[in-house]
């Protein structure tokens, strides 16, 4: 019998991954943020010189995922962010992904983050949230993240790439980003890190009684 699924769903640094880290935490699930599978696929693709808008290649790369693969030190950052966001795009790839995202939660339930986790992967899921935040909020976030690594990084050109993958994701044909029809949205604009999980915990708490 299946557990607690817990679906955190949201675009770009509007404080899913974070607020589903604490989530499991708190309900003792395990948490399996997907944004990851998808980098690395990306990565497989930028690593033999492919294109990632390359249906075939993308395809063949998710098929070849391993679970080394989401442990790798090079995930994050621009090049990365955009190559999954592009892969993410063909239904090749999703598709070759749902299984494992599936079976992850199989035994002791999970809470998961991504996109379309409400909407595709767990359309039953006990618990729907829907990260989200203003654009201006979400650009400073991730350029903070992104300055500290890369001094030269400016918030205009951190803004600008994360409005184009926020647009391919929501754009694309297969399972765009989307609040599910029964999912919660929290915007989490004007709140700190404690204040979202707070908000969060009180919202799942009612949902699933
Ligand atoms: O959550 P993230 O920013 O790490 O995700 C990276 C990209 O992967 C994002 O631009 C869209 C894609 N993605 C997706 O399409 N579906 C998911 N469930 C998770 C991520």
């Known amino acids: ?65 391993q679970a080394a693969d989401l442990a790798r030190g ?13 892969v993410a795009a063909h239904p090749g790839v999703r598709h070759a992904l749902v299984d ?11 809470v998961l983050d991504g996109r379309d986790i409400g909407t595709v992967i767990f359309p039953d899921a006990r618990a729907k949230l829907y990260i989200t935040a203003s654009a201006e909020a979400r650009a400073y976030r991730r350029w903070l993240e992104v300055h500290a690594r890369d001094p030269s990084a400016t918030l205009t050109a951190v803004a600008a790439e994360m409005a184009a993958r926020d647009a391919r994701d929501a754009g694309r044909d297969a399972a765009p980003m989307k609040p599910a029809a029964d999912a919660i949205v929290l915007d989490t604009t004007t709140l700190d890190a404690d204040a979202a999980f707070a908000r969060a915990m009180a919202l799942v708490s009612g949902l699933i009684g």
């Not at 696929?41 to 390359?54: S, Y």
């Not at 090079?74 to 592009?86: C, E, H, I, Y």
């Not at 494992?100 to 999970?110: H, I, K, L, V």
């Open 1 to 65: 019998m299946t557990g607690l699924v817990i679906a955190v769903d949201g675009p770009a640094a509007a404080g899913k991954g974070t607020l589903a880290r604490r989530l499991a935490a708190h309900f003792a699930l395990p948490y399996l943020d997907t944004g990851l599978l998808y980098r690395a696929v990306g990565r497989r693709v930028l690593d033999a010189a492919g294109d990632p808008r390359d249906a075939a290649v993308a395809q063949a790369a998710a098929r070849a995922l």
């Open 74 to 86: 090079d995930l994050r950052g621009p090049p990365a962010d955009d190559a999954a966001s592009m």
């Open 100 to 110: 494992f995202q599936r079976r992850f939660a199989a035994e002791a339930g999970a």
